[in-house]
């Protein structure tokens, strides 16, 4: 099961105005083939259908674990997407076309379906689909194929990363390039340990290390780049017997970490009255929060 936290991983800058066409980029890393939804359900799939689990038990902790750090992905994703459409259109009567500025933006499905928020598609529009989950049963190969996706996935965030200098999406993108780091690291021990081939030293793919990224240091200073989670207070511990010794990329000791970060609050995102969201007046308001009180 999991246990939800009415928290994100990371504060996130709250922007004065957004960038609508920033967004659009954002969303490949959110619903695109090597977005956080493709890592979330990978894992969470191969998770679901892990054989053996008692005799390979160090594996399956391993990807189960990172399947609730990814549920986090998603969220922080999709959270900056919403940051990044504030301030875009205006309220006022419909006949002097508040949702004006929307005409000329990339994804105009974030004005018409969303009210302005994130969705589960890419850049292009395209939704995301299970046809991106590979869960062939092979201990070795979904390890194999969890290290490509992750490198697969760093690439993108570095292309988006240069793609926009909008703070709000290079702050999400600089923790995510760190984090993913770890996951490459994480499957490539993994690998290491289940076949004696030395995958660690293929990385970092692409050959540039995220101390060249101004928004992935802050992260990096932290140590986010050494720490593995189990993201349970009980469970998944023996990750300890895959993620030990020492970061190939500083030299510094690996650290298991039993449950999750601090995290940081969740974005209250404002009314939109232009897009009918949420919809609720005032009078509603105070009919609802009656309505609420009346039992307690």
Same mark, same amino acid.
């Given at each position: 099961?999991f246990?939800r936290?009415n928290?994100?991983?990371?504060?996130?800058?709250? @922007?004065?105005?957004?960038?609508?066409?920033?967004?659009a =980029?954002v969303?490949?890393?959110?619903?695109?083939? #090597?977005?956080?939804?493709?890592?979330?359900n990978?894992?969470?799939?191969?998770?679901? *259908?892990?054989?053996?689990?008692?005799?390979?038990?160090?594996?399956?902790?391993? %990807?189960a674990?990172? $399947?609730?750090?990814?549920?986090?992905h %998603?969220?922080? %994703?999709?959270?900056?997407?919403n940051?990044?459409?504030?301030?875009?259109?205006?309220?006022?009567?419909?006949?002097?076309?508040?949702?004006?500025? *929307?005409l000329n933006?990339?994804?105009?499905?974030? #004005?018409? =379906?969303?009210?302005q928020?994130?969705?589960?598609?890419?850049?292009? *529009?395209?939704?995301?689909?299970?046809?991106?989950?590979?869960n062939?049963?092979?201990?070795?190969?979904?390890?194999?194929?969890? #290290? #490509?996706?992750?490198? *697969?996935?760093? $690439?993108h965030?570095?292309?988006v990363?240069?793609?926009?200098?909008?703070?709000?999406?290079r702050?999400?993108?600089?923790?995510?390039?760190?984090r993913?780091?770890?996951?490459?690291?994480?499957? =490539?021990?993994?690998?290491?340990?289940?076949?004696? %081939?030395?995958?660690?030293?293929?990385?970092?793919? @692409?050959?540039?290390?995220?101390?060249?990224?101004?928004?992935?240091? @802050?992260?990096i200073?932290?140590?986010?780049?050494?720490?593995?989670?189990?993201?349970?207070?009980?469970?998944y511990?023996?990750?300890?017997?895959?993620?030990?010794?020492?970061?190939?990329?500083?030299?510094?000791?690996?650290i298991?970490?039993?449950?999750t970060?601090?995290?940081?609050?969740?974005?209250?995102l404002?009314?939109?009255p232009?897009?009918?969201?949420?919809?609720?007046?005032?009078?509603?308001?105070?009919?609802? =929060?009656?309505?609420?009180?009346?039992?307690?």
């Open positions: 099961m246990k936290l928290r994100m991983q990371i504060p996130l800058s709250i @922007p004065a105005h957004g960038d609508a066409n920033a967004a =980029a969303q490949e890393l959110l619903g695109g083939k #090597f977005g956080e939804m493709s890592t979330l990978n894992y969470m799939y191969q998770s679901f *259908g892990f054989r053996n689990k008692k005799k390979f038990k160090p594996f399956y902790d391993l %990807v674990s990172i $399947t609730a750090e990814e549920f986090g %998603v969220e922080l %994703v999709n959270q900056s997407i940051l990044l459409m504030r301030g875009v259109t205006f309220s006022g009567d419909p006949d002097i076309t508040p949702l004006q500025n *929307g933006k990339r994804n105009t499905y974030h #004005f018409i =379906a969303s009210a928020t994130a969705l589960p598609f890419d850049s292009m *529009g395209k939704s995301w689909t299970g046809d991106y989950v590979f062939s049963g092979n201990l070795v190969l979904d390890l194999l194929h969890n #290290f #490509f996706l992750e490198l *697969g996935a760093r $690439t965030k570095m292309r990363y240069e793609m926009t200098n909008h703070p709000t999406a702050e999400m993108i600089g923790y995510l390039l760190v993913g780091g770890t996951h490459a690291l994480a499957y =490539a021990k993994a690998l290491e340990i289940a076949t004696g %081939v030395d995958v660690k030293k293929m990385i970092p793919v @692409p050959d540039l290390d995220n101390t060249q990224f101004d928004y992935a240091r @802050p992260f200073d932290q140590g986010l780049d050494n720490i593995l989670y189990t993201w349970s207070d009980t469970d511990k023996d990750i300890n017997q895959i993620w030990k010794g020492t970061n190939p990329e500083n030299g510094k000791p690996l298991v970490k039993q449950g970060p601090e995290g940081a609050p969740i974005p209250d404002e009314d939109l232009e897009e009918f969201a949420p919809g609720i007046d005032r009078d509603d308001y105070e009919r609802i =929060a009656k309505k609420l009180m009346e039992n307690l």
